[in-house]
């Protein structure tokens, strides 16, 4: 049972670091450089969403060291009264 708990834990603090790194990386994306080679060459590529009211997947590319990350960005509040159109 101890066991089981250390695991849970350590899960857990694990996924806590990677949401705090994405949003690291999100916010050197936002001010125009690349997270990996920090020059000013950072792109987006895709941007994709599942309808109006649904979160927004962005998807950013480096062209100098070919750095690529995929972000889920919340696009709440763009259709109004919940209908799309």
């Known amino acids: 049972m101890f066991f089981l708990l250390i695991v849970l834990a350590g899960s857990v603090f694990t996924y806590i670091y990677y949401l705090?790194?994405?949003k690291e990386h999100l916010d050197t994306i936002?001010?125009?450089?690349?997270?990996?080679c920090h020059q000013k060459s950072i792109e987006l590529t895709d941007q994709?969403?599942?309808g109006c009211s649904?979160?927004?997947i962005i998807t950013f590319e480096c062209r100098e060291c070919s750095y690529t990350n995929s972000f889920s960005i919340d696009s709440s509040g763009g259709c109004g009264n919940g209908k799309c159109g």
């Open 20 to 22: 705090k790194e994405k």
């Open 30 to 36: 936002r001010r125009g450089f690349c997270p990996k």
């Open 48 to 50: 994709r969403s599942g």
């Open 54 to 56: 649904g979160p927004k």
